[in-house]
């Protein structure tokens, strides 16, 4: 039986972790197929049907699922799960929020966060913030999948040729209702799908010291600006900047820790970063356990330093 494979959107753009969704779709089954449920959406179907390894599209198009409702969401999957084995969500919070809705329907055990396929019906998922890899094993017939998007690379996003196929969409639950969004708007790269992250701890003292030091580096190296959760909660940076097990989990090119003493629940949101550079006065900072390069120093005086060489 063939995968199915629950688009990221926002109605008009295919979000990357679709595209890891699919590289660990493919090694559950040979057959992988994409479900795009929105409104007006056909440009997203269009990227979908282009992505490597996806055989079929299935769009869903009604009002209803314009954004996203996670109680008309699940009901449109389970119109279609019977004729899957294995249903994977990215692990992001649209994901989250359905996923547990489609497994409990279903009567089957949500399988969380896979880093890794060891076989069909095999996976390894981190437990305890990531300081241990359990490998678990479901005997289920349709086994419901969370996947976290740093532990597969992205399928290629322009090498395919899927054909697109029209399925009637669910009615409206009446469970929940739109109301409004309120969005941040960023000129940065999304931070889960950046190549570089320079991230500020509670060692910044201040929201104001918090954008007049490492702004300007971001600026320098085109990346995008996280924070760690004592920042945010000390009110020093917006919570969609969090990194770590309750935040976002990331995995960029170069990730820059300055001022974060590098918590175990920090550590499982960037540990997985291909170079991780940090900045802390502190010698035994436990950040310093996973850096490649480190540097003791007062942030405050070495980051300008940086900038100016830069």
């Known amino acids: 039986m063939a995968a199915l494979v629950i688009a990221e959107h926002d109605n008009s753009n295919l979000k990357v972790a679709t595209r890891n969704a699919v590289t660990a779709a493919a090694l559950c089954s040979a ?45 449109q999957v389970l119109a279609l799960a019977q004729g899957y ?9 649209s994901g989250k929020n ?20 060891i076989s069909a019906d095999t996976f390894e998922r981190p437990i ?22 740093t532990g597969f690379d992205a399928a290629d996003a322009g090498s395919g040729a899927a054909r697109i196929e029209q399925v009637p969409a669910v009615a409206d639950s009446g469970k929940s209702s739109y109301l409004r969004s309120e969005i ?31 702004t300007p580096l971001a600026d320098k190296l085109g990346a995008a600006l996280g924070a760690s959760r004592a920042a945010v909660d000390a009110g020093y940076a917006p919570n969609d900047w969090q990194v770590g097990q309750t935040g976002k989990i990331v995995a960029p090119q170069l990730y820059i820790a300055c001022g974060i003493s590098g918590a175990i629940q920090h550590l499982a949101g960037m540990k997985d970063s291909k170079v ?22 007062d942030l405050f005086v070495a980051v300008p330093e940086l900038v100016r060489a830069l």
């Open 31 to 75: 057959e992988v197929h994409v479900l795009v449920l929105g409104s007006g959406c056909a440009p997203v179907c269009a990227a979908a049907a282009k992505v490597a390894g996806v055989s079929k599209v299935l769009h869903a198009d009604s009002d209803v699922l314009a954004h996203g409702l996670a109680e008309n969401a699940a009901a």
């Open 85 to 93: 084995s294995h249903i994977l969500f990215a692990a992001t919070a």
């Open 98 to 117: 359905v996923a547990p809705r489609v497994a409990a329907t279903l009567d089957v055990a949500q399988i969380s966060d896979i880093t890794r396929v």
């Open 128 to 149: 305890y913030a990531g300081s241990a890899i359990a490998t678990v094993q479901s005997a289920d017939a349709i086994k419901v999948i969370t996947v976290r998007t």
């Open 184 to 214: 941040a708007k960023n000129d940065r790269p999304e931070l889960t799908a950046a190549k570089i992250i320079v991230s500020g701890g509670r060692a910044m003292g201040s929201s104001e010291k918090f954008n007049d030091v490492l």
């Open 276 to 297: 991780i550079v940090a900045i802390n006065k502190d010698a035994e900072a436990p950040i310093f356990s996973v850096a490649d390069y480190g540097l003791e120093a």
